[in-house]
Structures are given as structure tokens and as C-alpha cells.
């Protein structure tokens, strides 16, 4: 994926996970991310506008991934399972390492 792409980030609640992998992504020269959550009390939740804009979506669990798949339409973007449980603060170190590392095979 060498080309611009929208990355879309989803976890819970919008709080830790998603926007930490969006921040990552922030003044980025290839790629614009956004993030949300899939919980009625999430900060920024999904909405199908979102998935329409997003080139990859990204989710942290399998669970976003089937809320996702049952609310909304999916076109040909991908939509792939990070196995990032909720264990981190926003912009935890740790947390960071893990994207980057899980992120470097898609982008």
C-alpha cells in the first residue's frame, strides 16, 4: 500500500487503543487516520460514513470485528483483527511498540 490510504482505527470505547493508533499516524506523509468505537459511549463511535471513508479498517478484537460486520456495510477494504486486548492507557509505550510492530506487515 504505497498509495495515500485512510486508516481507520476501532476499538471500544475510543478512549486508549484506536486513538493512540490514530495519533501514530498524525502529519503522516502517505497515510490520514481517524479513529472511533463501537460502544454506545464511545468518544467517536463508528458510523457507516467512516467505513465508506476508510481504505483499512483496522479493529483491536475479533468482537469489533463482528459489530462491525453486523452493523455495517463492508465494501472490498479489508478488515483486519490486531489482537490488542485492553490493557493500555492512551499513548502507553508499550501499546506503541505493539502497533508499530503489528501495523509494519499492512502498511
Known amino acids: ?3 495515500m490510504s485512510n486508516l481507520l482505527f476501532i476499538c471500544s470505547k475510543n478512549q486508549w487503543r484506536s486513538p493512540t493508533a490514530e495519533l501514530l499516524f498524525k502529519n503522516h506523509p502517505v497515510h490520514t487516520a481517524r479513529s472511533a468505537g ?5 468518544r467517536i463511535r463508528v458510523n457507516q460514513k467512516m467505513i465508506d471513508w476508510a481504505d483499512v479498517l483496522f479493529v483491536m478484537e475479533r468482537k469489533h ?4 460486520k453486523e452493523r455495517f456495510i463492508i465494501s472490498d477494504q479489508p ?3 490486531l489482537e ?3 490493557d493500555y492507557q492512551f499513548g502507553d509505550s508499550e501499546l506503541i511498540e505493539i502497533l508499530n510492530v503489528s501495523l509494519a506487515d499492512y502498511l
Open 1 to 3: 500500500m504505497t498509495n
Open 38 to 42: 463501537t460502544n454506545n459511549n464511545a
Open 65 to 68: 470485528r463482528d459489530i462491525i
Open 79 to 81: 478488515l483486519i483483527v
Open 84 to 86: 490488542i486486548p485492553d
